[in-house]
């Protein structure tokens, strides 16, 4: 009777709860290896807070917190996550994480002992090497940049040609209607 009645209880429980997916190819050719709190899990484990994940090498795990947040861990990676429903923060052992989409910014705290704090789109890694290039427009905006840039001198060099003509080459005929 004691254990229906605990079981209930936990089921009736407002704790907040996360679902991790695993994906990634384990070395051996078995299911991917994660795990929380030690305990070797699969897909679909649910995760509550002050879990330790760990992933093995060439496994990625994904945290998903629902609105509160989802968060991707890369292989080789120990994290430990605590929650509730608005804030998700964490402490970084060895690897990296990125915020895949967060409801507030996610404070972690790295090997180092340093705080980052990071927004969705954001990646750090245990030494607190922040990746932030596509969340601000850092590095990856030139590359858009020189291709605009071209089409964009590409027709301004059509339209501003002389004769306004467009050799469509071989022998091809362009009739135009009469003025």
Same mark, same amino acid.
């Given at each position: 009777m004691l254990a229906m009645y605990s079981g209930v209880l936990l089921a009736a429980s407002d704790r907040a709860s996360g679902e991790l997916t695993i994906t990634g190819n384990a070395n051996n050719g078995d299911a991917p290896l994660v795990t929380v709190n030690g305990e070797e899990v699969r897909s679909g484990r649910t995760i509550f807070s002050s879990s330790i994940i760990t992933t093995s090498a060439n496994v990625n795990?994904?945290?998903? &917190? /629902?609105?509160? !947040? +989802?968060?991707? *861990?890369?292989?080789?990676?120990?994290?430990?996550?605590?929650?509730?429903?608005?804030?998700?923060?964490?402490? &970084? /052992?060895?690897? !990296? +994480?990125?915020? *895949?989409?967060?409801?507030?910014?996610v404070n972690v705290k790295v090997s180092t002992g340093r705080i980052v704090q990071l927004?969705?789109?954001?990646?750090?890694?245990?030494?607190?090497?922040?990746?932030?290039?596509?969340?601000?427009?850092?590095?990856?905006?030139?590359?858009?940049?020189?291709?605009?840039?071209?089409a964009a001198a590409g027709i301004l060099i059509a339209a501003i040609d002389a004769d306004n003509r467009v050799a469509l080459g071989g022998t091809t005929v362009t009739v135009s209607p009469v003025r």
């Open positions: 795990a994904i945290i998903n &917190l /629902g609105k509160t !947040g +989802i968060i991707e *861990l890369v292989p080789n990676t120990t994290f430990t996550i605590t929650f509730d429903d608005k804030t998700v923060n964490g402490e &970084l /052992g060895t690897g !990296g +994480i990125t915020i *895949l989409s967060a409801l507030n910014s927004a969705t789109g954001q990646s750090v890694n245990s030494a607190g090497k922040k990746d932030d290039d596509d969340a601000h427009g850092g590095a990856a905006w030139w590359v858009w940049a020189v291709i605009f840039g071209g």
